[in-house]
């Protein structure tokens, strides 16, 4: 493959979402899978084609743009992203017992559980297959990167599963956050890391685009959980509404009695209790602290990519997506 779409001199929309998506995409669904065993690989197929907006791999593309036109090295990384985050749900879904995945059945329901975990496993050996066939002399350093941020992922979904565990009063936002920062946002900002490093990106520049990715990760993450709790419909609502970040400020910041409504609405099924917890983050103002978490980690974001040392339009199609993720 050709470099594509030179990094300098070009306009921002040559390198927007959209058309890294499509980029992406185009050679991504080229991979041709064994025939047998079927089930095994029409299980990979089902959940590669489960929907998603690439995000991980399209910034590892954004990354390598920010200083160099697209090198191949950076589609290889980009697929392993995104056969590894297939991985992490394909498993995550079964510790979870999730009934669907993005409005449809779950590949453990639509398969049985023995043949999603093969699945998660055999999409992670291919993700090594295309890190192993990179070319450029950061390789290694590509492979520790991706291996960092997969340590992360397994113990922050460790976390989770041990928070959901614990009672409120034991659980601090500080707590919540560190698990965030390892399951949610330390893979984006890797991603991001490994594309500017294949574009040849200083020590510097490097620590930067990560800090950018990870406070845009955590600001994602934030705001799913105001979404899930006064956006969702019936249909997206957990059985179970997960500790959030809502949920951990609201018990701090809450009354006795307060407190002892919140309790009792936990429970009871999400659609049940989505009202009524929904009242009690407004009345002890959880949604409001929320929002500005949300904006003041998107302002620390800026910061960073406003610090990497490349001409200002480079950086717009970064700052044009996060203002697509946040609904600006």
């Not at 329901?109 to 993700?127: E, Q, S």
């Not at 976390?159 to 409120?168: A, I, P």
């Not at 999400?270 to 009524?276: K, Q, S, T, W």
Request: glycine share 4%; aromatic share 8%.
């Amino acid at each position: 493959m050709e470099p594509l779409l030179p990094a300098e001199n070009t306009a921002a929309a040559a390198h927007s979402f959209d058309v890294l998506q499509a980029a992406f995409e185009n050679q991504f669904n080229d991979h041709l899978f064994p025939p047998t065993p079927a089930n095994l690989y029409n299980a990979i197929d089902y959940q590669l084609k489960s929907g998603g907006k690439r995000l991980r791999p399209v910034l590892c593309l954004m990354g390598n743009l920010l200083t160099e036109p697209l090198h191949l090295d950076a589609f290889l990384a980009a697929n392993a992203l995104e056969l590894f985050h297939n991985f992490t749900l394909a498993h995550s879904d079964i510790m979870a017992a999730a009934p669907l995945h993005r409005r449809r059945p779950a590949l453990h329901v639509k398969y049985n559980v023995p043949t999603a975990i093969l699945t998660g496993d055999t999409l992670l050996l291919y993700a090594y297959d295309y890190l192993n066939r990179i070319q450029g002399r950061y390789k290694p350093k590509i492979i520790q990167l991706f291996n960092d941020a997969a340590h992360a992922v397994c113990e922050g979904q460790q976390m989770s599963f041990d928070q959901e565990n614990r009672t409120l009063n034991s659980l601090s936002y500080t707590d919540y956050l560190h698990k965030v920062i390892l399951e949610n946002a330390v893979l984006l900002a890797v991603s991001l890391q490994m594309g500017a490093i294949i574009g040849g990106a200083g020590i510097a520049d490097q620590e930067h685009i990560y800090s950018f990715g990870k406070n845009t990760g955590v600001a994602l993450q934030l705001q799913e959980d105001y979404r899930q709790a006064f956006g969702a419909t019936e249909q997206e609502a957990p059985l179970q509404y997960p500790k959030n970040s809502l949920l951990v400020k609201t018990y701090e910041w809450s009354n006795p009695e307060q407190r002892s409504r919140l309790q009792a609405l936990l429970t009871l099924p999400a659609a049940e209790a989505a009202n009524g917890l929904a009242q009690l983050y407004k009345a002890c103002k959880a949604d409001a602290w929320v929002l500005k978490e949300i904006a003041r980690l998107q302002q620390m974001a800026r910061q960073h990519l406003g610090q990497i040392s490349v001409p200002a339009v480079n950086k717009q199609p970064l700052l044009k997506l996060t203002d697509l993720l946040f609904d600006k």
